[in-house]
């Protein structure tokens, strides 16, 4: 794929530039909200399973230097622009191509503080095929959510974190798989404007963790009642995510 066939984004106010292609899956806000809800300090590590072109694991990057980043994507295409990104943003993004449930070896031979991930959101029994393949991919479900939240906590440290962006209407499922193998579960809804139902949540849980689950009070992305203007409506708090990188703070 050749530079004309993609573009350059910048996100997280300029901070990250994310070459994408023009066509197929592009990242939005969703990997923004979750690297900015991780917790990591300067020194430790963080997988980012399906890291595509790598926005979620550069933005984590940007905000808190001095982290190990490490990606899996399973598309080759994603996979070098996510290690293109890396260099084009000087930070030491090692990527791995590879599947889900079968993983290089090197890297099942690592474990991190931190790992996060979105998987994909639809499941195929229940809607209709992206077009494009690269968005189809990135979309639609062939690996059950359990399956993303195994191979996370195997790749997980002792003590460590997963943390999961996901549609609501996953959310029993994917509150299933958490419970099955981590504790001391958080929830975030992402609730797009005062008044309207959460569409997303953030969920994260603690290898070996204890502690009881906590909801917290949840992230309102735009302001007013309705989109008036052709123009960003994002209350203070996402704007300070969004642009200012600032952390998301679950609970």
Not at 25 to 38: E, N, T, W
Not at 159 to 166: D, K, L, M, N, Y
Request: charge should be neutral; glycine fraction near 10%.
């Amino acid at each position: 794929m050749s530079d004309a066939d993609l573009t350059l984004d910048r996100i997280l106010g300029g901070r990250v530039a994310l070459w994408q292609p023009r066509s197929g899956y592009r990242a939005g806000v969703d990997p923004v909200f979750l690297a900015a809800s991780v917790a990591a300090e300067a020194g430790q590590s963080v997988l980012d399973l399906g890291c595509g072109a790598g926005a979620a694991a550069l933005c984590l990057g940007a905000r808190v230097p001095g982290l190990r980043l490490v990606g899996l994507e399973r598309q080759a295409l994603y996979a070098d622009l996510a290690r293109r990104n890396g260099e084009e943003n000087a930070q030491e993004f090692q990527v791995f191509e590879g599947d889900l449930a079968d993983m290089p070896g090197e890297l099942r031979q690592m474990r991190f503080d931190h790992v996060i991930a979105n998987p994909p959101y639809f499941r195929r029994d229940r809607s209709v095929r992206a077009g494009n393949d690269a968005r189809e991919g990135a979309h639609g479900e062939e690996t059950p959510l359990a399956a993303w939240v195994d191979a996370a906590t195997r790749r997980c440290a002792p003590r460590g974190h997963v943390t999961f962006i996901q549609r609501v209407e996953r959310l029993p499922e994917l509150l299933t798989a958490f419970s099955a193998r981590l504790g001391s579960l958080q929830l975030c809804p992402l609730i797009p404007r005062d008044g309207r139902e959460a569409q997303l949540f953030l969920l994260r849980g603690r290898k070996e963790g204890r502690a009881a689950f906590r909801l917290g009070p949840g992230l309102v992305v735009h302001s007013g009642s309705a989109h008036q203007r052709d123009e960003e409506d994002y209350t203070p708090d996402a704007t300070a995510i969004l642009r200012n990188a600032q952390p998301l703070n679950i609970c």
